[in-house]
C-alpha cells in the first residue's frame, strides 16, 4: 500500500485541482489562456466527477481538473475523488488545492485502486499521489490496508472461502501481529459447549468452526469483537431462492470486517486487550440440517426453537457472544450481515447499530459521520421482546410475522449478553452493488473504519 504515495519531492508531479461548478469561474480564470480556451472548448463546468486533463505545448499533460460536489450539497459524496485512479493515465499526481475533506480524499483516492485479481489480471491503476502536508500516511495505509483485506475475503467465492479458509486468514493475521490464535473445530464444539454453531454448520462437508484469537496487554481494557462466518448461506431447509442466493458468498462480511478492524487496532497498537471470535460456519442443505421447530440447547442456557433455518447467523453469533460476555469485557461488538431488514429500512450503505449505552451511541454517531463510514441507530425496541417467545423453547431465532425483523434480530442477541459492560451490535451489508467512488461493486468494508475511530480515541 504505502508505494501508491510518492515522496514530496517528486520532480514532476501533475497538478490535480477540485473544482465546483459554483467555483469554476474563478478557477478557470486563473489558468493559462491556451488551456481556459482548451477547457471551454471541451465544453468543461466543473460538474461532480467531471474529468479533463489540460496538455502543455508538448502535448503532455500539464493540469487536471476534477470537478467535485458543491459542499453544502444534500447528496455531496466526500469519497468523489476516488474516481480518480480509474481516470488518471500512469503518472505521479498531487493536490493542487484544498478539497473539501483533504484526509478524505486521499484516502478515496486509495481506496479507488483497489482491484480483485485473484482469478483473473487486473492491475491496478498505476498511478502514484504526493500526499498532502498534514495527512497522515500511516493512517491512511492503515485503513486502505484493512479495507483491501476485508474486499479480497468477501469477494472470494466460497469454494475458495470456506471455513478453513476463513480460519487460514484470521491465523495469517494473527501471525503478523504475534497474537495468539485457536480454532475449535467440528464435534469438538459439542464437547466444548458451543452447541448452535454446531447445529448451524454441521450438514455441510466442511467442518464447521470456532476461530479464537487474542492480542494485547492482558491489563489494558479488554475489546472483544465478534464477527458472523457464514461462508455460504443457502438458507438451510429454508431455502433461499437462488436470486436471493446469489451472493452468499458475502454472508461472512461481518467476519471479513471483523479481521479488518482487527488489523487497523493491532497495527496501530492501541492499548487495548483485544480478543477475535469468528463462528464460521457454511448453512448447507443435507440430511442432517436442522429442522424448522427443531430445538437447540445454547451456550448460555437457554433452548433456541428454531423458527426459520435461514436465521443461521444469529445462532453461531448467539454463542460466540456468550462466549465473549463470560469475561465482562469493557466493550463487546459485534458485526454481521445479519437481516434483509435492515436493507429494506435502510438500504446497503447505511447499516443500523444499535446499543443501550447512549454515550456509546453518541460516540458512533459522531465517528461514522467522521469517516464517511455510514452508520445508523435503531433502537432495541424492549415491547417487541415478547415476540421472542417460544412455546416449547426459551426463545425462537426467527418470529413469525414480516415486521421489524433487524430490531428483533438485535433483541434475540441481546439475550446473549449480559456481563459486557457495553454492547455494540451492526447489521452490515458488506456489500456494494453498483461501484461508487471509491467502492467498487463487489465486497466492502463497512463499520470498521467509524468503529476504529471511535476506539482510537478511547485507547489510543
Known amino acids: 500500500m504505502p508505494s501508491l504515495f510518492a515522496t514530496a519531492t517528486e520532480p514532476r508531479a501533475i497538478p490535480i485541482s477540485f473544482v465546483t461548478k459554483s467555483g469554476w469561474e474563478a478557477l478557470c480564470a486563473g489558468l493559462p489562456a491556451a488551456a481556459q480556451r482548451f477547457a471551454r472548448a471541451h465544453g468543461y463546468g466543473g460538474k461532480p466527477g467531471q474529468f479533463l486533463a489540460l496538455p502543455n505545448g508538448e502535448g503532455d499533460i500539464d493540469h487536471v481538473l476534477f470537478g467535485l460536489d458543491e459542499a453544502d450539497a444534500r447528496s455531496a459524496d466526500p469519497l468523489r475523488a476516488g474516481q480518480l485512479p480509474g481516470l488518471l493515465p500512469a503518472g505521479t499526481y498531487r493536490f493542487a488545492n484544498a478539497p473539501h475533506d483533504t484526509r478524505l480524499a486521499v484516502l478515496a483516492f486509495a481506496l479507488g485502486t483497489y482491484k480483485f485479481g485473484r482469478y483473473r489480471k487486473a492491475e491496478a491503476p498505476a498511478v502514484k499521489l504526493v500526499p498532502p502536508d ?16 476485508a474486499r479480497d475475503l468477501i469477494n472470494t467465492p466460497s469454494n475458495d472461502m470456506g471455513p478453513a479458509e476463513l480460519a487460514e486468514a484470521a491465523q495469517t493475521l494473527a501471525q503478523r501481529f504475534d497474537a495468539s490464535f485457536n480454532c475449535i473445530v467440528g464435534d469438538e464444539l459439542i464437547a466444548q459447549n458451543f452447541p448452535l454453531i454446531h447445529a448451524v454448520g454441521m450438514a455441510a462437508t466442511r467442518a464447521p468452526r470456532l476461530i479464537d484469537m487474542t492480542w494485547g496487554d492482558p491489563a489494558h481494557p479488554k475489546v472483544t469483537l465478534v464477527g458472523k462466518g457464514v461462508c455460504f448461506d443457502t438458507g438451510g431447509l429454508d431455502l433461499k431462492p437462488s436470486s436471493a442466493m446469489l451472493i452468499m458468498k458475502k454472508d461472512m462480511g461481518g467476519a471479513a470486517n471483523v479481521l479488518a478492524l482487527a488489523s487497523m487496532i493491532m497495527d496501530a497498537e492501541l492499548k487495548v486487550r483485544l480478543r477475535v471470535l469468528i463462528p ?21 442456557g437457554p433452548t433456541v426453537e428454531i423458527g426459520n433455518t435461514d436465521a443461521e447467523g444469529r445462532l453461531v453469533l448467539a454463542d460466540a457472544l456468550a462466549l465473549a460476555d463470560e469475561e465482562a469485557p469493557d466493550l463487546l461488538i459485534d458485526l454481521g450481515t445479519l437481516t434483509g431488514a435492515a436493507r429494506v429500512a435502510l438500504g446497503p450503505d447505511l447499516p443500523p447499530y444499535y446499543t443501550n449505552d447512549e454515550a456509546l451511541a453518541l460516540d458512533v454517531a459522531r465517528c461514522a459521520a467522521a469517516e464517511n463510514d455510514p452508520l445508523w441507530r435503531l433502537p432495541l425496541w424492549g415491547a417487541y421482546d415478547s415476540w421472542l417467545d417460544s412455546k416449547v423453547g426459551n426463545i425462537n431465532n426467527a418470529p413469525s410475522g414480516g415486521f421489524a425483523g433487524s430490531i428483533t434480530c438485535a433483541l434475540f442477541l441481546q439475550r446473549f449478553v449480559e456481563h459486557a459492560k457495553s454492547w455494540l451490535h451492526v447489521d452490515i451489508y458488506g456489500w456494494t452493488p453498483k461501484a461508487k467512488p471509491a467502492r467498487p461493486e463487489g465486497g466492502e468494508c463497512q463499520a470498521a473504519r467509524a468503529i476504529f475511530a471511535l476506539l482510537s480515541q478511547r485507547y489510543g
Open 280 to 300: 464460521a460456519v457454511e448453512n448447507a442443505v443435507a440430511g442432517n440440517a436442522m429442522r424448522p421447530l427443531d430445538v437447540y440447547p445454547s451456550r448460555k
Open 134 to 149: 498534514g495527512v497522515d500516511v500511516a493512517a491512511i495505509a492503515r485503513a486502505v490496508e484493512a479495507a483491501t483485506l
